[in-house]
């Protein structure tokens, strides 16, 4: 299906590893997030996300992939273990005043990395996992997991979210934004991100839109992302 020049735009950009900058939505997070295909990701693109963007720099995965790897809600853990330490119980994210859930799952550093934190570590970490991504595609979950042990250890430095199994059908934050961005762009759908920060605020949209605009990067409202991937995907 033909997509808004815009849209083309950012995915053209997604597939040539440059940055798109995202808004989720107004009443939600109210926030604008470095996106960049992970498959892509290198030193540079860490450290402009943490420098112009400031705030977590994270990885979105694919339900699919995540679930064939073996990855939980970190908030499912937490309440697994609740009966060992009760603090987790106390702990719960039952008060999200934006969402229902968190797509939090674990934090991971790839095993060849040395702490984990510097630009070069958190760049191979995020990388490899869209490496990884496609090397389990024909794996079983039983060697999907195994070989995701050999790869990577937790915790780590790069936190990971998962995608809801029904995309944007079923939430809208920037991890399902993004990955089905990176389904409608045919690259691997595990996605870097960072959300872009002000002084001690949230930068706001008209700010993030004049950067997009400053350095030549597509700004997409989540709305349009909706839009355009409820027509393609049927």
């Not at 959300?195 to 990067?217: F, N, P, Q, V």
Request: net charge negative; proline share 4%.
């Amino acid at each position: 299906m033909p997509f808004s020049p815009k849209l083309e735009r950012a995915l053209t950009a997604l597939r040539n590893g440059d940055f798109i900058l995202i808004y989720d939505a107004k009443g939600r997070e109210e926030e604008t997030d470095f996106i960049v295909a992970a498959e892509h990701v290198t030193p540079d693109h860490v450290y402009r996300m943490r420098h112009d963007g400031g705030g977590l720099v994270f990885m979105m995965l694919h339900h699919d992939i995540a679930a064939k790897l073996g990855l939980p809600f970190l908030a499912e853990v937490f309440a697994q273990a609740a009966d060992r330490w009760p603090a987790l119980a106390r702990l719960a994210p039952d008060d999200i005043p934006y969402d229902t859930k968190s797509s939090f799952s674990l934090p991971v550093n790839h095993r060849e990395t040395f702490t984990g934190i510097t630009d070069t570590d958190r760049a191979l970490t995020i990388r490899e996992m869209a490496r990884l991504a496609h090397d389990i595609a024909d794996m079983s979950k039983e060697e999907a997991q195994q070989v995701f042990g050999e790869r990577y250890r937790a915790p780590g430095h790069v936190a990971v979210c998962r995608a809801a199994n029904g995309l944007l059908r079923e939430r809208r934050g920037h991890t399902e934004l993004s990955v089905a961005l990176a389904d409608m762009a045919d690259v691997t759908p595990v996605m870097a991100g960072c959300e872009m920060m002000d002084h001690g605020t949230a930068l706001s949209r008209r700010d993030a839109m004049d950067y997009a605009d400053e350095h030549d990067l597509v700004f997409l409202e989540g709305e349009d992302i909706v839009e355009a991937w409820t027509q393609w995907s049927g």
